[in-house]
């Protein structure tokens, strides 16, 4: 029946689609609650949307409740654990306001002369279901103040054993680049081939991992000018965790291990192959430099995402990669 299915989906679905059992109908059409902020409770809302539905807020507090009391409440707002830090405090301090009852009292209570009468009793039983629900809180809010602590990514050497590893990365690697780059590696056994040839011995071959242990972003270094210059090369951040830093992450870090190895210059080309910049289709032969200057990028091509992170454009190859499709070349100094 529609109406004992589980709320996720009764709150997925439009209020005017669907047949809805009489106590739905009473639900979805109470009296809105216009602005109240709230969760994520219907498919294309975000979490500070208003709450529309009295169906949606008592979801909202299903969800809030048990999540404490599966202490599977996440949240890295430190703002957020503040203010639950003050909740949990002060609903578990109200045992202590029992304290002066029970010392005047004890006693007698300990000595089992007295029926403890009912206002205590209930004084009692309301205060400790308070402190319980404070104990939740807090230990809700300790669980997270932990993994605050934790990094959300790891960095580290790809190991030449981790089969596992070296398949998330060839994923990567095809997956990164299809969309622009459809041709560096079409397919899963040229990305493996290239995982397998960045793993030699005088190269850097370092990964992003999340905390399942999972590979979110990849980079690679080969030396060249005699170890003086190292090309970066490749450099890949799974696309649904893209923005988020990691791509930065792993170039200070490259850069860092660049320095400990003696090399003075970082180096890389990046290919428009796709239209992707104003250097694209263009006579790359005059006034080369000022066309350079004044690059434009038309569909977030990542010469950009190097600039932000310290690189300068230094060259560009014409038709590197065909007619009207250079090589961006780029350097940043070590140091
Ligand atoms: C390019 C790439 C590695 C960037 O990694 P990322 O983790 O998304 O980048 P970050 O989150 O560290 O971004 C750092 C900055 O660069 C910017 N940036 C990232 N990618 C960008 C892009 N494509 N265009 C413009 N700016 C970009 C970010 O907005 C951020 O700017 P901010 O510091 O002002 O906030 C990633 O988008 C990727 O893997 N792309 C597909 C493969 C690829 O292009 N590799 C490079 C080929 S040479």
């Known amino acids: ?37 709230g969760w994520r409770t219907r498919l294309g809302r975000s979490g500070f949307d208003p709450i529309d539905y009295r169906l949606e807020l008592a979801h909202m507090w299903g969800v809030l409740l048990r999540e404490f009391f599966t202490f599977r409440f996440r949240s890295r707002n430190p703002i957020v654990l503040i203010v639950l830090l003050w909740i949990g405090l002060g609903l578990s301090s109200h045992l202590l306001t029992l304290l002066p009852v029970l010392t005047t ?11 403890i009468d009912g206002w205590l009793l209930f004084s009692f039983l309301l205060d400790g279901l308070y402190f319980v629900i404070g104990a939740v809180i807090l ?24 089969s596992p590893a070296i398949e998330q990365c060839a994923t990567l690697l095809v997956e990164g680049f299809k969309e622009h780059w459809p041709d560096s ?8 081939r290239e995982v397998r040839e960045m793993l030699a011995g005088d190269r850097i071959c370092r990964i992003a991992i999340d905390r399942a ?8 270094g080969i030396p060249e000018y005699d170890g003086h210059v190292w090309e970066l090369h490749p450099l890949v951040v799974k696309p649904d965790q893209q923005m988020q830093g990691i791509g930065r992450m792993l170039v200070r870090d490259f850069e860092q291990e660049v320095k400990r190895r003696g090399g003075f210059t970082l180096m890389l080309g990046t290919d428009d192959e796709d239209s992707m910049t104003s250097l694209a289709n263009a006579d790359l032969y005059r006034d080369t430099w000022d066309q350079i200057a004044e690059i434009e990028n038309l569909k977030g091509h990542p010469y950009e995402f190097y600039r932000k992170v310290g690189f300068t454009i230094v060259g560009v190859v014409p038709n590197a990669n065909g007619r009207g499709k250079p090589d961006i070349l780029m350097a940043k100094r070590v140091g």
Not at 146 to 161: A, S
Request: avoid cysteine; hydrophobic fraction near 40%; proline fraction near 10%.
């Open 1 to 37: 029946m529609a109406g004992r299915k589980p709320n996720r989906q009764l709150l997925a679905r439009p209020p005017h689609i669907g047949r809805r059992s009489r106590r739905e109908n009473e639900l979805w059409f109470a009296p809105p609650l216009p602005g109240w902020p």
């Open 185 to 192: 590696w079409p397919d899963m056994e040229s990305a493996r």
């Open 213 to 220: 242990g999972n590979v979110v972003g990849w980079i690679g």
């Open 105 to 115: 009292r004890s006693n007698v209570i300990f000595d089992r002369r007295v029926v």
């Open 139 to 162: 230990a809700n809010v300790a669980k997270n103040m932990n993994n605050l602590m934790e990094p959300l990514f790891k960095l580290l050497e790809l190991d030449v054993n981790d």
